[in-house]
């Protein structure tokens, strides 16, 4: 049978379900790596067989079941090895693990190293993060939740009750009810019209490959989600046992795929399409048994018809045969009194055919000789013409040769303005430009001022701007400037105040704390004080007043408002750039 193997040592099945003698058995794999050398001669190459003797040899006592080469590089061979029982695996990996082989040929010992092999089978993660990410799943729904295993490669034979090529639905269900109650199951390989279905992945439907009857796969759907759980747990990194209910109780191994179902197939949509679409095609069916019993029918009406009409012919032919004897007679007599006359009449015309022959070929004679003298003359005066003709095109085509350069030295000439003309509105186009720029320029050192004007600023900095200004009085000896930099004087605003570029934009974060920080000060420290003295520490309703996080509250809203107010600005920057590059008119924004 495709796909099994025959099992020696049976100690470590499980049973699964014993009246169809069906057994789990853990897979027992293991991967063996060998370290190739440097290949540094031409043409000298690895036998892989002989790597595989060689592992086999230092593996006894043990044997593998099967050794097969997954990955072969330049640098390394992997190997993945099969044996019966996990026992067993653990001692070969003893035997493999650290040891060292030497090929025919080669100098370099290899170093082999050995491990048990991981079963590749889904976890709970994988499948409750595809259902958690899944867009088109719906968990209150069966069939778009973890409810459904999909079985693939399970051996016929092994599931079928009276008939051997066929699985029974029956003995499926009864196996797979060990796990926990089953709310429905789906053997597409029963499905006589599954072939004919057509795939829409969309709606959860699929199409199935029926090459082979051998093995079949297998849609199974829980009622409970711990009854999913314990099948995926049980069939993880299992293979399917088989032992025969006869005189020499042969085993055998199958190895299964299991997967979760992400395709919706048993899903109330799914099932429903799937009956939809199979009572279409029963009825297609109907109509097409239908069809072809009218066609027999009809065919046996129309053979009886035939065979009818065949008799008639038959006898009209007879009748029509005796009179075309009778026909054929009087026409032979009719064609040999014609064929006399004929002859009379042809040999008549053919003496006139003659003579009006000779007569045609004098006048032809003639007429030929006329037409030659009259094609003399006419070639004559033909190339006469043609000679004139020439001499004329030829001059008024040195005519248009002389138009054509004339226009194209008057194009030169026009081109070359129209590319002075261009260079002038280019350069016009670059100066406004420039001057558009300027202005945008001007407007956000305006509106930065104007911002700077109404900031919080520190009894500290304004001290500190007293004292610069003195200072650029006494050393100027002029009245004091405004800079768009530095906080304006609000007691003494002149009339000759110039606006000048800030040196650096100001920090406001460290504005805005000082300015917390001074109403901490002076305003929550001495009512906290207060409520102390008058309350006993504590607010009139018993609850306690924590002065030190009303300060904290106040500097998160305030760097809030600070950093809404610099995205707003870099915003509207970039705003203006953008609009000026593609010379757009750009309104003054607020």
């Given at each position: ?565 610099k995205e707003w600005m870099e915003w509207k920057k970039q705003f203006l750039y953008w609009k000026h590059k593609f010379s757009i008119p750009v309104p003054y924004v607020d």
């Amino acid at each position: 049978m495709a796909g099994t193997t025959l099992c020696t040592d049976t100690s470590e099945a499980v049973e699964l379900f014993k009246a169809q003698g069906l057994y789990l058995k853990p897979i027992a794999k293991l991967t063996v790596c060998v370290q190739l050398p440097k290949l540094k001669e031409m043409g000298k190459s690895i036998s892989n067989w002989e790597v595989m003797e060689k592992i086999k040899r230092m593996a006894k006592p043990h044997s593998f079941v099967s050794l097969k080469i997954i990955k072969s590089t330049m640098e390394f061979m992997r190997l993945e090895g099969e044996a019966e029982t996990k026992t067993e695996i653990k001692a070969i990996i003893q035997c493999l693990d650290g040891r060292t082989i030497k090929l025919s040929g080669f100098p370099e010992v290899l170093k082999v190293k050995a491990a048990e092999a991981k079963v590749s089978h889904p976890s709970q993660h994988d499948w409750d993060s595809f259902f958690r990410d899944a867009k088109n799943m719906n968990e209150m729904k069966p069939g778009e939740r973890p409810d459904t295993i999909h079985v693939k490669d399970l051996p016929t034979k092994w599931f079928s009750h009276r008939q051997k090529d066929r699985p029974s639905e029956q003995v499926v269900k009864r196996v797979f009810e060990n796990f926990g109650e089953v709310r429905c199951l789906d053997i597409p390989m029963l499905d006589p019209y599954r072939k004919e279905m057509t795939a829409v992945k969309s709606n959860g439907l699929q199409t199935f490959s029926f090459n082979t009857g051998i093995t079949f796969d297998l849609y199974v759907q829980y009622k409970e989600y711990i009854s999913f759980v314990k099948a995926m747990d049980s069939l993880r990194g299992m293979k399917l046992l088989y032992i025969a209910d006869d005189e020499e109780e042969k085993a055998y191994t199958s190895c299964i795929k299991v997967d979760f179902d992400k395709t919706k197939h048993l899903s109330d949509r799914s099932i429903k399409k799937r009956r939809m679409e199979r009572e279409k095609l029963e009825q297609l069916e109907r109509e097409r048994e239908e069809k072809v019993r009218k066609e027999r029918e009809e065919e046996e009406k129309r053979i009886e018809e035939e065979k009818r009409k065949k008799e008639e012919e038959e006898k009209e032919k007879e009748r029509k045969r005796v009179e075309k004897l009778e026909k054929r007679e009087k026409r032979r007599r009719e064609r040999e009194e014609k064929r006399r006359l004929k002859a009379q009449e042809r040999k008549r015309l053919e003496e006139e055919r003659q003579y009006q022959a000779k007569i045609q070929m004098e006048e032809r004679r003639f007429l030929v000789a006329q037409r030659k003298l009259e094609s003399i003359r006419l070639l004559g005066e033909l190339f006469s013409r043609i000679k004139a003709e020439k001499l004329s095109n030829d001059l008024v085509q040195r005519e248009l040769e002389l138009e054509v350069e004339r226009r194209k030295q008057l194009e030169e000439e026009k081109r070359i303005k129209e590319d002075m003309k261009k260079r002038k509105l280019e350069a016009k186009k670059r100066r406004k430009e420039e001057l558009r720029h300027h202005e945008t320029e001007l407007r956000e050192k305006i509106l930065k001022n104007w911002k700077d004007k109404f900031c919080v600023h520190t009894q500290e900095e304004k001290k500190e701007e007293e004292m610069r200004e003195r200072l650029r009085k006494r050393l100027q000896g002029k009245k004091i400037l405004k800079s768009a930099a530095v906080k304006p004087n609000f007691t003494k605003v002149t009339a000759s105040s110039e606006v000048r570029p800030a040196s650096s934009p100001p920090d406001w974060r460290q504005r805005g704390e000082e300015w917390i920080r001074e109403e901490y000060q002076n305003k929550v420290l001495p009512k906290d004080r207060r409520l102390k003295k008058r309350a006993g520490h504590r607010l009139h309703k018993g609850m306690p007043y924590n002065p030190h996080m009303e300060w904290k509250k106040r500097l998160k809203r305030k760097e809030s408002e600070m950093r809404r107010w610099k995205e707003w600005m870099e915003w509207k920057k970039q705003f203006l750039y953008w609009k000026h590059k593609f010379s757009i008119p750009v309104p003054y924004v607020d």
